[in-house]
C-alpha cells in the first residue's frame, strides 16, 4: 500500500495525504478525518526512509567507543542512552577497537546523515578535520578530549585526580613509586602521566624511567607490566596504575609473586567500575561520574540538534579519591 492509494480512496491528493502525516495543522479537520480514517482501515504505514529523506531527520545517534569490552564505557553509553531515548532518539553504537581508521569510517556516517550527531567518546582524529565536521554536523566530545579543540566536550581533569591518586601514596608514606601508563599515543594516558609526575616532583621524588611502563589498557598488560616492575632490582613499594582494568591484572601479579597488597605493594587504579568494590582487596582508585558525563553530552549534543548555540563548550566533571584496602595497610 503506497501513500497514493491512500490518496485514492480518500479522495485527495497524495501531497494531502503527506501533509496529514507531516503537519496535520495545514489541513482542515474534515479532510483530516477523512484521510485518517481510510488510514486506519487500510492499515497504512508510512515508508520511515522515504520520510527521512524528505526530512534529512534519522532521529538516531551515533556513539562511537572506543573499546566496547570495557566496563567504564558501559555506564557512560547508559546516561548517554537514558536522555536519548527520552528524548525520542535510538542510539547506534560503533566500536573502533582503538583503530583511528574504524573511528573514521564512523565519522563518515554522520557526513552520510545516516545519524542526525554523534558523540565520540574516543578523539584520535585529526584536530582540524574534527573542528571542520564538528561547524556542520552536531558532535560532542566525552571522556577523551583534545588541547584548544573548539567542539564540546564533557571529562573531568585528568591531570589533577592522577595527581590525588599520586599524592595518597605519597601520603602513605611511599616513596617509590612506580606508574603504570595506558598507551601513550592517547591523551587521557599523557595527562595522567602528567599528573603523576606532577606529584612526585611537588615532593621532590624521585622519577626513575624504569618505574614507569606503558600498558595497553588491558587487564593482562596490568598483570605483565607489575611483573616487570616486581623484577626490578629494587622494585617499588607503590604503583598508581591508569585504569581500573590494569589495576586488577596489577593485584593478581602481586598475588602470583607470594607478595601481598598493600602489605608489599599498595595499588591505586582509575574509574572506579563496579568490579574494584567486589575485588580482594578493594581497590582504591579515582570515580569518574560516568553516568552523569554520558547524560551531559547527550544534552550538550540535543541542544546541537535543535540548533542552539552553546555559551559553554568545556565541561570538567567533579572526580573522587575512594580509598580502599588497596592502598592503606592496618
Known amino acids: 500500500m503506497k501513500m497514493s492509494d491512500v490518496a485514492k480512496l480518500a479522495n485527495v491528493s497524495p501531497a494531502t495525504v503527506s501533509r496529514v502525516l507531516s503537519n496535520p495543522d495545514l489541513v482542515s479537520k474534515e479532510t483530516r478525518e477523512k484521510v485518517m480514517e481510510v488510514i486506519n482501515k487500510v492499515n497504512y504505514k508510512p515508508h520511515i526512509v522515504a520520510r527521512q529523506f524528505r526530512t534529512k531527520e534519522t532521529k538516531i545517534i551515533l556513539v562511537v567507543v572506543p573499546d566496547i569490552t570495557s566496563a567504564f564505557f558501559s555506564k557512560v553509553l547508559r546516561g548517554i542512552e537514558h536522555v536519548a531515548v527520552q528524548n525520542g532518539y535510538q542510539v547506534i553504537l560503533g566500536d573502533t577497537e582503538n583503530d583511528t ?58 591531570i589533577s585526580s ?24 592517547v591523551i587521557l594516558s599523557r ?27 588491558t587487564f593482562e598488560s596490568g598483570y605483565h607490566q607489575m611483573l616487570k616492575l616486581l623484577a626490578l632490582e629494587n622494585p617499588p613499594s ?33 574509574d572506579n567500575i563496579k568490579m574494584s568494590s567486589v575485588i580482594e582487596p578493594n581497590l582504591t582508585t579515582i570515580n569518574q561520574p560516568k553516568y552523569e558525563i554520558g547524560k ?35
Not at 554536523?137 to 579543540?149: I, K, Q, S, T
Not at 595527581?163 to 606508574?179: D, F, S, V, W
Not at 540535543?302 to 568545556?314: R, T
Open 101 to 158: 581508521e574504524r573511528e573514521q569510517e564512523y565519522i563518515n556516517l554522520l557526513l552520510q546523515k545516516q545519524a542526525d550527531g554523534m558523540v565520540l567518546l574516543t578523539a584520535r582524529q585529526d584536530k582540524t578535520q574534527l573542528e571542520e565536521i564538528a561547524e556542520h554536523f552536531p558532535m560532542v566530545l566525552a571522556c577523551e578530549y583534545m588541547d584548544g579543540l573548539n567542539v564540546p566536550t564533557v571529562s573531568i581533569d585528568n
Open 162 to 185: 592522577a595527581r590525588k591518586a599520586t599524592e595518597h601514596l605519597i601520603q602513605q608514606g611511599h616513596t617509590k613509586i612506580a606508574h603504570i601508563t595506558g598507551p601513550i599515543n
Open 191 to 217: 595527562d595522567r602521566l602528567r599528573g603523576f609526575q606532577q606529584a612526585m616532583m611537588s615532593h621532590d621524588l624521585e622519577i626513575d624511567s624504569v618505574y614507569i611502563q606503558e600498558g595497553d589498557f
Open 238 to 270: 607503590a604503583v598508581f596504575v591508569f585504569n581500573d582494568e590494569m589495576a586488577m591484572g596489577a593485584i593478581k601479579a602481586v598475588k602470583d609473586s607470594h607478595l601481598s597488597v598493600p602489605e608489599d605493594v599498595a595499588v591505586v587504579g582509575f
Open 296 to 330: 551531559k553530552a547527550m544534552e550538550l549534543l540535543l541542544k546541537l540538534i535543535n540548533g542552539e548555540s552553546l555559551q559553554k563548550k568545556k565541561f570538567v566533571m567533579k572526580d573522587e579519591l575512594i580509598i580502599r584496602e588497596s592502598s592503606v595497610k592496618n
